[in-house]
Structure formats: C-alpha cells, structure tokens
C-alpha cells in the first residue's frame, strides 16, 4: 500500500518560488507514475506535472519553463520546484501516483494535498 505526504505549501508573493515535496511510502514501485495535480477553488482538479518510470516529463500547458517535476529516489521523495509564481497557481497542490498520470480518473493513490498562495 502506497502513501503519499505533502509538505512545503504556503503563502508566496507574485514572482516568487515555492519547492513542494512529497514522502513517498510503501511499495514504491506499485505504478508506473507519479505525478502532482492541483485544484484551485471551484475548479477541476488538473494535472500539472508527471514523471514516468522511464525518466519522461509531462507538463501542464500553464506551468511549462516554470515547474520542473523530479524525484529523490534515495529519500524517496517527489518535488515540484514552482518558480514565477503567479497568482492563478494559487490551488490545493496534491501528490499522485498511478499506471497513467494524464488525468485525475488515472490515479490510484492520492496525498492529502498541500495549500499554494500566491499574492
């Protein structure tokens, strides 16, 4: 059974840079992906970024050349580094994992998520 914590929310300025972290736990190699999504208030809950076993990246069209998605295989700990920080980041950041990481009826396991705001 796999487990996901968040932590590194909080409130950020415009501009401004956040690093979100995720303790993975379990049997980590139970999906072959994980990912973050993020639900701002009465929105969907979207994707944002993926990392596939295989070493591929996946990015959310809003967050490209501004989040960067990696893992910590040893700490087993998931990251999004948010750099520019705009205020329409501003969401509950959630953690993931699953066989496929595009959409939230993907996802097997989900965190308990974590609040961004920006401004």
């Known amino acids: 059974h796999v487990q996901l914590v968040e932590s590194g929310g909080g409130l950020v300025q415009p501009g401004g840079s956040l690093r979100l972290s995720c303790a993975v736990s379990?049997?980590?190699?139970?999906?072959?992906?994980v990912a973050w999504f993020r639900q701002g208030p009465g929105k969907e809950r979207e994707g944002v970024a993926a990392?596939?076993?295989?070493?591929?990246?996946v990015y959310g069209d809003s967050v490209k050349g501004r989040f960067t998605i990696s893992k910590d295989n040893a700490q087993n700990t998931l990251y999004l580094q948010m750099n520019d920080l705009k205020p329409e980041d501003s969401a509950m950041y959630y953690c993931a994992t699953g066989w496929a990481c595009t959409e939230r009826t993907d996802i097997n396991v989900w965190g308990q998520g974590t609040q961004v705001t920006v401004s």
């Open positions: 379990g049997y980590t190699n139970s999906y072959y992906c």
């Open positions: 990392l596939y076993r295989n070493g591929g990246t």
